[in-house]
């Protein structure tokens, strides 16, 4: 991991079993569906429900800062806790990342290969839950930096310095699939005009860590995602797209990178935004 940008965003299993009673760290196990919590996590981790903490009912990132700073309070997560982010899905952590560090925690670090790492290391899993002492946490508004808002995406459009990156799988980009799904009413597949895709998986070995800093320097270079262009990723409501900005500005170090947090969710609904299938 030394050749990445920034290898201090990474920590594997031997580094958490080190930390694991560590009170200046908190381990956060982090999926939009609590059975794999449920059926064994890490030791100590905490459950945080991706829909309903950081979704909304209409997947739109949730950033009222009350509501973060009483799930991270409540959490046992204070402005100077070190989190450790591992999920079941490889797409999640990543994305959670991106989201505390748009809230302006300092220290998150992610678990290279998530919970398929932690098992197929050997290390144990349980299904007691920790009781956590509650702390104070202070959020703050969203890095305007670290995100790009429709009006962002729709200026991109045709622009040769910049880059539209879809990295939804290639149904959703063909428009044969909307969140997943066959496109239903008003819904509209397809991908934004000129973007490039790219699925998000790509950046992956087999066991879900993530792949050496020259493999992904020439993977994305081979579609035109350069470190000297801008680059917009999106997806269907943010998760995945967070997941290749986390490779691009952690991993390869490109200094001009935002998510498209609404992605299709939001683009797709809309009656007048340009769309290509």
């Known amino acids: 991991m030394k050749d990445y940008a920034h290898p201090e965003v990474l920590v594997d299993p031997r580094w958490v079993t080190e930390h694991l009673t560590d009170p ?50 409540r959490s046992g997560i204070d402005n100077d806790t070190t989190v450790i982010v591992y999920s079941d899905h490889s797409a999640v952590a990543p994305w959670v990342f991106w989201f505390l560090k748009s809230v302006g925690h ?3 670090r992610i678990l290279n290969g998530g919970r398929k790492k932690w098992v197929a290391d050997g290390h144990a899993l349980t299904t007691e839950v920790p009781t956590v002492t509650a702390t104070s946490y202070a959020a703050r508004e969203p890095d305007p930096d670290l995100r790009a808002l429709q009006e962002r995406v729709q200026a991109a459009v045709g622009q040769e310095n910049q880059v539209l990156l879809d990295v939804r799988t290639s149904e959703e980009y063909r ?60 997806c269907a409501v943010g998760i995945r797209s ?36």
Request: glycine letters at 8%; charged letters at 20%; a negative charge.
């Open 242 to 277: 967070a997941h290749t900005w986390f490779v691009l500005t952690q991993l390869l170090g490109y200094p001009a990178v935002r998510s498209f947090d609404a992605s299709w969710n939001l683009w797709g609904r809309l009656p007048d935004t340009p769309v290509e299938a």
């Open 106 to 108: 300092a220290d998150v």
């Open 24 to 73: 200046q760290v908190r381990i956060v196990d982090t999926h939009i569906d609590p059975a794999p919590y449920e059926s064994g996590h890490i030791p100590g981790a905490v459950f945080w429900n991706g829909f309903g903490t950081l979704l909304k009912p209409d997947w739109s990132i949730n950033f009222d800062k009350k509501s973060i700073e009483d799930f991270c309070g």
């Open 175 to 234: 428009g044969e699939l909307f969140l997943l799904e066959p496109p239903q009413g008003s819904e509209r597949g397809g991908h934004i005009p000129g973007a490039t895709h790219l699925y998000y998986e790509d950046a992956l070995n087999a066991d879900d860590t993530f792949k050496s800093a020259d493999e992904l320097a020439a993977l994305y270079a081979s579609h035109g995602v350069t470190a000297d262009k801008e680059t917009i990723t999106y």
